[in-house]
Structure formats: C-alpha cells, structure tokens
C-alpha cells in the first residue's frame, strides 16, 4: 500500500533570497539534522546569466533501525539522489528526492517547493509532498514501513526549526537584505521585456498581483493574507491550523490535507468547513476511507434536508417562538458561545403534541447551526479554538439546561424521546456541546 504525505503550507516572514541563504547552510552537512552524515555533488549546471542553477546531489543518511534490520539488509546507511532547481528569476526552488539504496524494494519520492508568498512578497512558502511503497523486505516490510514513517515524520518539524536557526544566524552576521536577481540584473529584465509585447491577459493579471499586493501592503497582517493561501484547491497553513483548529501531529495535518483535496476534487456541492471535516477523521481514528463514507453520508443528508440553507431561510412559527424557552447568551470564560434552555418551564410535551417532532427537530438543528456559526466567528476573533479543555480540539458550545420546577417524570418522557437528541441521530459528528443541568435536589 502507498503511503502519503501532504504538509500544510509553511510561511517564513522573511524574503525568500535570505531563506535560500539559510537552506545553502544544510550542506554538506548539518548537525541539527543527526541523520543526514554527508552529502557529494553529483552534478551542478548554471546559466550564463546566473537565472536558473540545478545541482544534483547523493545524501547519505543513517536511519535509525533495529540493529537485525540492518544487519539482514547487509548496510550501514541509506543514500538518497536529490535535485534542487533554483530559479532566481522566478524567486522558486523545487525540490525533488527518491532513494537511492533498495530502489527495487522500496520506493520513496519526495517534492517539495519554496516561493513567494502570493499576497506579500517579502515572505516566503514551503510545501513538502511524499510517497512510500514498500514491495518487499525480506519479510520485514511492515517493520520497515513503521520505522520509515516515524523518521520522516521526526524530521519535518525540525526542518522549519532548522530554516529560523540559519535566518537568525545570518542576522546575527548582519545578513538582513539580499538583493533579488531581478534587482541585480535590471538591464537582463529591460531586454526580456523588449523581446516581445506583453500579452493583454499577462498585463491584467500583473495589475491584479500589484493591487493585491498594495491592499495587503509590504508587511500586511497574517491572517489576512493567508487567506487566498487557503483557497478550495490549495494548502492549509501552519498558522491558520495552530489558531482555528489546535495543535496537530504531521500525520494528523497530512490526512486533513488529502481528505479536503479530495472533497475540493470530488464534490461539487459547499465543502465542510475544517473543523468539521476534523471531527469526522478523529470519529473515525483519522482513517481515510472511513471518514470518506461517513463524511459522503452526511453531505448527503445535509444535501436532501437543504441544511446549508436553514440558518437564511428558517423562521420558527409563534408557538416555538412563545413557548419554546430558550436563547443564546453571551459566552463561557474560556471563550465559548453559551446556549440556555429553561426546560424546567417548558411545557415539554405541549409543544411536542402541538407541532411534533419534525417542526421541533428542525428548529433544534437551526439552533446547531447557529452555534457552529457562532463557534466560527468567536474561533476567528480569538485566534484559537472554542474547543472543552478536556477535549480534543473541535467546536464546542455550552448547553445550561435549568431543570427547576420539572417533574422528574415529564423530565424521563423527554429524555427518552428521539426528538431530543437529533444530532445523534442525524449529525452524530459534526455537533458538540457541553451539556450542564441544574436540578433541584430531590425531597
């Protein structure tokens, strides 16, 4: 089975010319990264006007594995071709890696790329993909595919470590401008630009690049700008998934990744929102083809009951409004939206015979949607997830339920009832809230 891996976008706050000065200080060697031993040039190519320039290097690295594995696999370390093609024109680099050492065996590819951010071009991306397939390994494939992931996967939050180690170290040498190649080559830039006319459709794209750039501005904010970065075909960032969606292990940020390209790719109708599609890979242990059927069958419903539209198009009738006693209040100390229903005043099973359970359900759900939304706009104000401390971290709300002046046998009538609790029936994932009863004790 191939495994993948797709990381979110990474954003350094520094131009992209200073953070190739710090991935130049990797090699040959690096002693923050304790596998990587060496490297050697293979090949190196530049062109006349110092444009372009592609260098071919072989990596030896010492994987960390049990000493039999190495011992039946007959070597000491693993060597890794990897080619670099930096585009100074351009302002990108790609990368591009796969193993060299039991090629026939096992196969591992690895793309990565820096560039310029599109709405500020004093900082810089990086997005990392790979692949791994292990065919055969003298019986110890499961073995070598375990050791291989947890490898890879120590490795990559290092390498953001590694970047800001070398970009303070290059501060620290008084490195803080490097000139970029079309600032270095001005006149090279005036005879590309006199070799042809300028296409109408280039011209206007340029205009809306400059636009954009001039209401983000050179040090535009964060959030803000990281938002066309988070697109419906693109990457999540690291900044985005810290504050809206809580701390995430590689495997964990690669799995929502790949399930949300494949909802962009697939589905044609809204796509969940994040955190949603979250909850659904946690429900189900972050497995892909799980959460892909559980997540199809709630689109799905949402889909036939028009759920997407409740909140703009749902208006409670009078007897919901007039004895339905219940309301949003303010918020919790730690940030989450609070919702009080006064059920010891209700006359419950009125308003149950009087609409039944469908009026009743749907005004439950628009009520749900309603705290999703809430969760939504107090997640972005604040910066970080409305999520229960004891919780992993997903939307939450707070459900105070008054239970004063309740028979406890009208109170067993409607905890029984399905209608009370749609969002296990319908909604067993995307819905969260912590509930709070206040009872009256017992004389």
């Given amino acids: 089975m191939v495994q993948k891996y797709q990381s979110p976008v990474r954003v350094y706050k520094q131009p992209f010319e200073l953070v190739m000065a710090a991935y130049q200080k990797r090699f040959p060697t690096c002693d923050m990264i304790p596998v990587f031993v060496g490297s050697d040039i293979l090949n190196e190519e530049e062109s006349e006007d110092k444009a372009t320039y592609t260098v071919e290097r072989r990596c030896k690295l010492n994987v960390n594995a049990p000493y039999i ?15 670099n093609a930096l585009n100074r024109r351009e302002r990108t680099l790609n990368i591009s890696a796969f193993n060299e050492s039991f090629s026939s065996r096992v196969v591992v590819k690895e793309n990565c790329e ?4 599109p709405d500020n071009s004093d900082w810089t991306c990086f997005e990392q993909s790979a692949t791994l397939e292990v065919k055969s390994f003298f019986g110890f494939e499961n073995m070598v595919e375990k050791i291989a992931i947890k490898q890879y996967t120590a490795n990559i939050k290092k390498g953001k ?13 008084g490195v803080t401008h490097i000139p970029t190649w079309c600032e270095q080559n001005p006149h090279l830039m005036v005879e590309s630009t006199e070799e042809g006319p300028v296409d109408a459709k280039d011209e206007t794209e340029t205009e809306e690049g400059e636009n954009s750039l001039s209401r983000t501005g050179s040090t535009g904010d964060a959030h803000s700008s990281n938002e066309r970065i988070r697109g419906a075909d693109a990457n999540l960032d690291e900044d985005y998934i ?80 007039q004895y339905y006693l219940g309301g949003w209040h303010h918020h919790d100390h730690e940030g ?57 971290p997903t939307s939450t709300t707070d459900v105070i339920i008054p239970l004063h002046h309740h028979h406890q046998d009208s109170s067993d009538d409607v905890t029984n009832n399905e209608t009370t609790t749609p969002s296990t029936q319908v909604e067993p994932i995307r819905y969260s809230c912590c509930c709070c009863n206040h009872r009256p004790p017992l004389r």
């Fill in 336 to 392: 989450r939206p609070v919702y009080v229903l006064k059920l010891g005043q209700m006359d419950t099973k009125g308003v149950l015979k009087a609409l039944g359970e469908e009026k009743i359900l749907r005004h439950i759900l628009c009520i749900m949607e309603e705290g999703l939304k809430r969760c939504q706009e107090l997640s972005a104000e604040q910066k970080k997830p409305m999520c229960d401390r004891q919780a992993p």
């Fill in 161 to 173: 470590e590694i970047i800001e180690h070398f970009l303070t170290e290059l501060q620290n040498q």
């Fill in 242 to 321: 810290e504050h809206n969606l809580g701390m995430l292990n590689p495997i964990e940020e690669s799995t929502l990744i790949q399930l949300r390209i494949w909802l962009s790719d697939t589905h044609n109708g809204k796509i969940p929102r994040d955190e949603h599609i979250l909850r659904f890979l946690r429900s189900r242990d972050f497995s892909m083809e799980k959460t892909r059927e559980i997540l199809c069958q709630s689109l799905s419903w949402r889909k036939q009951h028009q759920i997407d539209r409740l909140l703009d198009s749902y208006v409670p009738c009078e007897t919901l409004q």
């Fill in 114 to 117: 820096y560039s310029v951010h």
């Fill in 69 to 83: 594995l190495k011992r039946v696999a007959g070597c000491e370390y693993v060597y890794f071709v990897q080619k």
